[in-house]
């Protein structure tokens, strides 16, 4: 079945640093690909998405792209602030028939000032 | 435009306890779920619906209830609590098939 896997976190950095959370899909066709992110005490809430291969969502100073080839959808920051740490879900909705999302584990990032 | 609301914010039962999580929304979404989130296992679907009247089961539906009599209202049953179903419960709404879901602020659910 369809699935989704996330690199173990959590992930500690400095402010400033280079951020990538991996992402990985197992999936039947070409699923929409999202990346939520949750802030303590909060619900999710939708960072980016992309919606067929070669897109890249972008949001914020995130970004990621769909790749068919490799079936990743990797989350990047070029510099990461305090106000960044959270935890990040990478989803997919599998195509038009269902409506059933996948989440992965989630990762927590910790930026330190 | 209050969003997604969920109610109770913190609840705790005893095992064999039924109770009813709430959750409106108010943006005229057709798509609501509900999902479960436990640590290390990221967020499970229990069950969603597609409209008013159409249900469906999603990935751990067991020992849970669902209807949608209206598009703003979904609630969740849980029909006798078990200490397997301590957990925080969200709900979620989206306008279509691949758009934005929103999320509630979640509810946490202790079972004893």
């Known amino acids: 079945g369809d699935s989704v896997t996330q690199m173990e976190g959590p992930v500690t950095l400095s402010e400033e640093a280079f951020l990538t959370i991996n992402c990985t899909y197992t999936?039947?066709?070409?699923?929409?690909l999202f990346w939520y992110v949750q802030y303590p005490g909060e619900g999710l809430q939708l960072l980016l998405k992309?919606?067929?291969?070669?897109d890249k969502g972008s949001n914020k100073g995130f970004e990621a792209t769909y790749r068919k080839e490799t079936t990743s959808f990797h989350l990047e920051k070029g510099s990461v602030q305090v106000s960044d740490s959270a935890v990040y879900f990478c989803?997919?909705?599998?195509?038009?028939?269902?409506?059933?999302?996948?989440f992965g584990t989630g990762t927590r990032l910790k930026v330190l000032a | 435009n209050a969003g997604v609301t969920q109610t109770p914010k913190f609840q705790v039962l005893k095992t064999g306890q039924s109770m009813t999580l709430q959750c409106a929304q108010d943006?005229?979404?057709?798509?609501m779920s509900w999902y479960r989130q436990d640590p290390g296992m990221g967020l499970r679907l229990i069950h969603y619906?597609?409209?008013?009247?159409?249900?469906d089961q999603g990935e751990v539906p067991n020992g849970y209830n669902v209807s949608r009599s209206t598009t703003e209202d979904f609630p969740l049953r849980l029909l006798s609590a078990a200490p397997s179903q301590t957990s925080v419960y969200f709900c979620?709404?989206?306008?279509?098939?691949?758009?934005?879901?929103?999320f509630g602020p979640g509810t946490r659910l202790t079972v004893l």
């Open positions: 989803a997919l909705n599998a195509p038009s028939g269902t409506y059933k999302y996948i």
């Open positions: 979620a709404s989206s306008k279509g098939h691949n758009n934005e879901q929103f």
């Open positions: 619906s597609v409209g008013a009247g159409i249900t």
């Open positions: 943006m005229n979404h057709e798509y």
């Open positions: 999936a039947t066709g070409y699923p929409s």
């Open positions: 992309a919606t067929k291969a070669d």
